[in-house]
């Protein structure tokens, strides 16, 4: 069955990560894919939660926000507080930035990611964690610099969309197929092949575990090349 696009259907969309875009950010990455576009900044801010205070450790959190026309109909801001959708983004987005991380042993400091999507077709959660590994990156990487404390970036972590339509296995969805498919996952990487989480629902029906393997097999493909452009982007 032919993509929308034209794409095979274990073929990325094209990627694009522009690091550095934003010059006042300790960390900065403008990513695109496709269709997607999303501005992801790392804020390091003196101080940690209440929670944490006293420790001696660190933290990383995000926050997350699609723009109002972000897509074709404009989308009331959300100023009375983030609404589920957003809260559950942003806390997927902060696990897996979390899981990037050798530990929170850079002092009561806390790393602020934010994702703002400026336009989106599809896997806006999934281009907001490859981008915000990025930022993260170049922010634990001023921290390290200017509080002379171990850089606590331990590895790359990537996101990619998986789906199934009309029985066919696809790799990275636009929002056109992701609106029909009859499987929509989700799935969170750590390099080079470790699951960070897995998001998965059977839309319409069920699936087997050898579709889930098919799955997670595209995704490991995917973000195999996502771990390149990342490393590329940061020059290493």
Same mark, same amino acid.
């Given at each position: 069955?032919?993509?929308?696009?034209?794409?095979g259907?274990?073929?990325?969309?094209?990627?694009?990560?522009?690091?550095?875009?934003?010059?006042?950010?300790?960390?900065?990455?403008?990513?695109?894919?496709?269709?997607?576009?999303?501005?992801?900044?790392?804020?390091?801010?003196?101080?940690?939660?209440g929670?944490?205070?006293?420790?001696?450790?660190?933290?990383?959190?995000?926050?997350?926000?699609?723009?109002?026309?972000?897509?074709?109909?404009?989308?009331p801001?959300?100023?009375?507080?983030?609404?589920?959708?957003?809260?559950?983004?942003?806390?997927?987005?902060?696990?897996?930035?979390?899981?990037?991380?050798?530990?929170?042993?850079?002092?009561?400091?806390?790393?602020?990611?934010?994702?703002?999507?400026?336009?989106?077709?599809?896997?806006?959660?999934?281009?907001?964690?490859?981008?915000?590994?990025?930022?993260?990156?170049?922010?634990?990487?001023?921290?390290?610099?200017?509080?002379?404390?171990?850089?606590?970036?331990?590895?790359?972590?990537?996101?990619?969309s998986?789906?199934? !339509? *009309?029985?066919?296995?696809? %790799?990275? &969805? @636009?929002?056109?197929?992701?609106?029909? $498919?009859?499987?929509? =996952?989700?799935?969170?990487?750590?390099?080079?092949?470790?699951?960070?989480?897995?998001?998965?629902?059977?839309?319409?029906?069920?699936?087997?575990?050898?579709? !889930? *393997?098919?799955?997670?097999? %595209?995704? &490991? @493909?995917?973000?195999?090349?996502?771990? $390149?452009?990342?490393? =590329?982007?940061?020059?290493?």
């Open positions: 069955m032919a993509r929308p696009d034209g794409r259907a274990a073929e990325l969309r094209p990627l694009v990560l522009e690091r550095g875009t934003n010059p006042y950010a300790e960390g900065s990455c403008l990513v695109r894919l496709g269709g997607t576009l999303v501005l992801c900044t790392a804020t390091v801010e003196a101080g940690v939660p929670w944490r205070k006293g420790t001696g450790q660190g933290w990383v959190t995000a926050e997350y926000a699609m723009l109002p026309r972000a897509t074709t109909e404009r989308t801001r959300e100023r009375q507080g983030a609404g589920g959708r957003t809260q559950e983004i942003q806390r997927l987005i902060g696990r897996s930035a979390r899981a990037a991380l050798t530990g929170f042993a850079f002092g009561e400091h806390t790393i602020r990611l934010d994702c703002d999507v400026l336009q989106a077709d599809g896997g806006t959660r999934t281009a907001a964690v490859t981008g915000a590994a990025v930022a993260l990156a170049d922010g634990c990487a001023w921290l390290a610099r200017t509080a002379g404390v171990p850089n606590p970036f331990g590895q790359l972590v990537a996101a990619v998986v789906g199934i !339509l *009309e029985g066919e296995p696809r %790799l990275d &969805l @636009a929002y056109a197929e992701d609106r029909v $498919a009859g499987v929509d =996952a989700n799935i969170v990487v750590a390099e080079p092949d470790r699951l960070v989480e897995v998001q998965g629902t059977a839309e319409r029906g069920t699936f087997t575990r050898p579709e !889930l *393997e098919r799955l997670l097999d %595209l995704a &490991l @493909a995917g973000t195999a090349q996502m771990f $390149a452009a990342q490393r =590329a982007a940061l020059g290493w």
